[in-house]
Structure formats: C-alpha cells, structure tokens
C-alpha cells in the first residue's frame, strides 16, 4: 500500500473520516491504532496518516503512545487529520512538537468539523445539522486527498491565538487527571447487563460486576461507552439521562468492536 492511514476512534466520527479519505486516495488502507501492536510500530507504506480525535483540545493519549512508538523514516511523507466539533485549538501544534522529538516531521495537518460527542455540554445536534458537517467535511476531505497524493508540505491547520493559548494551557492542566475522570461514569437501571461498554471501550477500562458496569480508572474520554450503550442507561454526572446520545450514523457497532483489542 502507497498511504497507511491509523485511526484512533470513540464514536466513529474519525473512523468514518478515515474511510472516506481511504477511498477519495483509492490506494490507502486503515488500522486502527488500538490493533497496531504494543511495540515499535513499522510500516511500510511510504504515506503515513494519524486521524484522531481532539481530547480536551490535544492530544488524546493513545496518539501520544502511538508516536512514542512509531518508528522513523524522515523520507515518509508524514500527515494527520484532527477531528473535533469547531475548535481545533493547538492541537496539530502539539502533535508536530511530540513528532519533532521523534525526529519525524509533520509535513500536512488538517481540522475537521463534524458533530460533538462530549454530552455533558450537550446532547447530539439534530439529523439536519449533522449532515450539513457531514457535508462540508466531504469537500474537505477530498481537498486534503488532494494534498495527499501530491505530498505537499502545508502550515498546520490551528485555532484563532485565544483558543491557542487558553485551551492549550486547559488541556495541560487536565491531562494528568483524564484516567480518573472515569468517577462521573455511571449506570441507571435501565442497564441490561449486555456488556457492550465493556466490550467497545478502546481502554479495557470497563468490568462488568454484580450485573452492573464498573470503570477502573484508565479513562480516556473517548464516551465510546456511553454513546454506544443501546439503552442510554450509561451517564455521565447529574445532567446527561435526558440528552440525546450520538454516533456516526454510518458506522456500525461491528466496526467499533473491530477496532479496538478483545477483551482478554
């Protein structure tokens, strides 16, 4: 394969965006990074892509580990998608910086704007205004195949200075505590003990015990298992039961659970 594109996915936001960009490159295939191995990552594609999604405004944690690992080839062609609901911050920054120390160089970074899943600001947006993202984001991501394939070295894609500076320095600040946000998960008893969140969260974070779900503090934010859960019984503090729930409508439970390492 010419493009290996890695894909780091909660609700199928990224996955879907990597799919697409897969086929708008017609010669890329896709792994998702949670099945890429515990080791240094070698790849033989001579275009390597990261899509992911923002966490907090950076770096969710498994992308850090995935290019602490990922091993070096300056005469790649290096580029990343950062998928977030409208602020981008300093993210491709942060991931450009974490590369350098690597000795790998970022030559193309690109936001795209598709619907949120952080349901404690808000449930899903309605069917209407989803498709107007999934709209826009299909032009972009055409236009971003586009650079691809002639390996063009473009300025990272970036938030307005306040975003840069404010939300970055909110993102450092939380970052050593995202694990054990897991303590606002919870279970009401609409929950039938069906184990899905167990199974789809990409951290192995979930047991399931005395018929209910039970987090182990090695969060990642993702909302994989509360927006997965068919019965909307997972919350997430006091104000989430009555909030819609959302995942990409053109990605299937199947796909998450492919994506992400059997439960052992």
């Known amino acids: 394969m010419k493009t290996t594109i890695y894909c780091y996915t909660g609700t199928g936001n990224s996955l879907w965006t990597a799919r697409k960009l897969s086929y708008a490159l017609g010669d890329a295939q896709q792994i998702p990074i949670k099945l890429a191995g515990f080791d240094i990552i070698h790849c033989a594609s001579e275009n390597i892509g990261l899509i992911f999604p923002v966490h907090i405004w950076g770096l969710p944690a498994p992308v850090i580990d995935f290019i602490n690992r990922l091993e070096i080839d300056p005469s790649k062609y290096y580029f990343a998608v950062a998928v977030n609901a409208g602020q ?104 039938t003990n069906c184990a899905i969140c167990e199974k789809i969260c990409p951290a192995q974070n979930i047991l399931i015990a005395s018929g209910k779900p039970k987090w182990q503090n090695r969060c990642e934010q993702c909302f994989a298992c509360l927006q997965w859960c068919p019965e909307a019984s997972i919350q997430y503090g006091k104000n989430t039961s009555k909030k819609k729930r959302y995942n990409h409508p053109e990605v299937k439970l199947s796909d998450m659970l492919a994506s992400v390492p059997a439960k052992k």
């Open 88 to 191: 981008v911050a300093a993210t491709l920054i942060q991931l450009q910086k974490l590369m350098q120390t690597r000795g790998i160089n970022l030559s193309s970074g690109f936001s795209i704007d598709l619907p949120s899943n952080y349901i404690p600001w808000g449930g899903a947006i309605t069917p209407a205004a989803q498709q107007n993202k999934f709209n826009n984001a299909m032009q972009k991501i055409n236009k971003i195949a586009s650079t691809i394939k002639s390996k063009e070295t473009k300025p990272l894609e970036k938030g307005p200075a306040w975003q840069n500076i404010f939300l970055s320095f909110f993102y450092r600040k939380s970052f050593p505590h995202v694990q054990k946000m897991d303590k606002s998960f919870w279970a009401d008893d609409k929950c």
